[in-house]
Every structure is written in C-alpha cells, then in structure tokens.
C-alpha cells in the first residue's frame, strides 16, 4: 500500500476485509472482543499476543482509520483520540513530565493556549509563546530543559506560515520534538513529517470530517513515541475514539482531496475578490501575492487552503454588521466544513485569550474570518456583499 499515492491511500488503505466480503468498510461497535481459550485471554492481556482486548485501546474501526491517516501523512504510527484536544493533551502528557519547557508559536487554537497556561503550567510545565514567523524568537526562548517546540501552520485566524525547515533544524539542535498542528492544511495539502517534523496532531473534527459531523482527533508520528508512549497514556487516561466516529473520519478521508482542492479554489477566488472590495482594510490568504509569506507558503503547501480572514474598515460593530446581514453562511467558529462558516474571532475563538496578548496575535476587534465551504462562490460573494456593500 505504501506506494500508491495519497488520493488512492485515502480510498483504499488501512482495510481488512472480513468473511462477509463487504466493499465499504464495516463498523465495529463492540467494547471488548472474545478469546478462544484462558490462554488466548492471558496471552492477549500479557501483550504476548497482539490483539484486540478492549475499545479503550484497540479497535478495528479506530484501527482503520488510525493506519489510513498515517499513511496519508507518510508516519508510521498512528493513535485516534475523542478530539483535537485530547490528542494535543495525550501527547504532551505521554512525552512531558514536570520541570520540562515547551516553546510554542503564539499564533495557535485559542483552547490550547488555554490548556497550555491553565493545565500544563498547574503539572510544572511551563511554556514559552513566541512569533510564528520570527526565527530568532525561537531561538531565544531555547532552553536546556526545553522538550518540544509546537505550532499550527497556517495559523488560524492570521494565516501565518511558521517555516518548518528552519523550525525543524532547530528543533534537531536542540534536541527537542517539533510537534505541528496540521488541522488547517491535511496531508492534501503538506505533510510537516517530510518536512521535518516529528509529531503531525489533527483535529479530525474539522477538514478530515469536512461535514461537520463529529468530534475527533489524532496524533501520528514514529511507532516508539505514538505506539510506546502516547497509546500508553490514551488506553490508561481513556479519551479514544468511538468506532462510530472513527467511520464517519475513514469516509470522511476517501473525499479529503477533492474536498481540499474545492475548498482551496473557492478561497482563492472568495481572498481575490474580498481584495478588492472598497470596504475592506486587508485580506489573509496565504496563495494571495499580497501575503506577507507567499513564497514561504508556496514552497511548503501545495495550495493556499480553506481559511480566509479580513479586516474590515472600523471596528466590532463594522465586523458584526457583515457577519449579522449574511442570510446563507453559517455563523459558527466551526471550521472545515461543506458549509461556509463566517466568526468574530475576537469574541468567539479567541475571547479567552487575555485582551493584550489578543492584540500582540493580531486578533483586532474589526477581524472576520472566513471557512471557506464547497458552496457556489458567486453565492457566497453575494451573501457576504450584503453587509460589506454598506459599510
Ligand atoms: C479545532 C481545533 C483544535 C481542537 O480540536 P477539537 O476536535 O475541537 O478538540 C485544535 N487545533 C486546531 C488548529 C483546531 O482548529
């Protein structure tokens, strides 16, 4: 399987068929398997056997969709969590312990900055923020007790490009893992471990679903760090995927690509139109010439993915009033959706980030971002034309 490509990965990979000859992939709702014998059930529980014992751990639904996902990133292991977060916790729990020092960009998810300031910080570990952008900011913040360098590329709701080459090579000098969120682009659109990452987390939630559907995460990376350590917590501290969910995902992976290339197109041209538009004050798309990061981003992604952001001319009543007259768009800070989502991240995503710090990640009060759906553009302009046209 590993050398079919990734869209034929997608469809086909991570499968076993069973007796019943069935094409499309069967779901598993089972919590615990049954042995042949006490022997099979001692050897199974020993880990002698390899084996399923119980749902918190394995199970062939979360399996599937757990190897089909390594493959698409080109990992070699995977582990399916209940949810993006859950996935970023495992992993920090299983590979950091307290005295240890994580460096992380500052432009990340709202709620991992929460879960980073909130609860790492309560177990003795302590976290640096720095510029997504800003290479020396890295370099500084080093420290010889530092572990893990984390990021999310592009950054949400800025678009901003961390520079995973250079980032990588300094995560290797320092011996530390360099953990990317890769939530925003898939392995559609780059795959961080051939870009010299170490650990790749998802929120399955958002484009791997990309209907909106569940919730759901994923860490993948080397066998050692994801089967050894981060499976080891997630089967102890219990935040698996269910087998429902784990098939809603694996559907959700065989229409990842086309999906991404709809969605990138749709915001190339949503991002080139908002450009132009009288009432806007800057528009963030990474394909867009203007970015202050195109060339970085066109070397990293093979398209400019599905989130655009703006800044309208004003403030929050400006920005309220465009999201307030749209009549089709969904007003929802969930991303990665068929479905055209328009939030205010100032008040939404973001509200609970400290105000200064929100000012420091560029988060104004007049931003708008856009999660570009698989709708009729001329639709979507149309629909986002009715409040901008006035302002
Ligand atoms: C949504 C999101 C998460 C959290 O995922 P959940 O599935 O909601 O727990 C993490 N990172 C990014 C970039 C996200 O957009």
Redesign the pocket.
Known sequence: MQSFDIETLAVRSGYEQTHEQENSEAIFPTSSFRYQSAAQAAARFSGEEKGNVYSRFTNPTVRTFEKRLALMEGGEACVATA????A?LSTFMALLEQGDHVVSSQS??G??KVLFNKYLAKFGIEVTFVSQTVLSEWEQAIRPNTKALFL?TPS?PLTEIADLAEISALAKRCDSLLIV?N??CTPILQRPLEQGADIVIH????FLDGQGRG???AVVGPELVVEEHVRAFMRTAGPSMSPFNAWIFLKGLETLSIRMKAHCQNALQLSTWLSGHSAIEQVFYPELKSHPQYELACKQQSAGGGLVSFRVKGGQAEAWSVIDQTQMLSITAN?GDVKTSITHPATTTHCRVEPEERLKAGITDNLVRISVGLEFIGDIKADLARGLDRL
């Open positions: 949810s993006g977060m859950s970023i990340i998810f709620t991992t999310e949400n969120d939530c925003f929120s399955a939630t958002k919730i759901g995460g991303l």
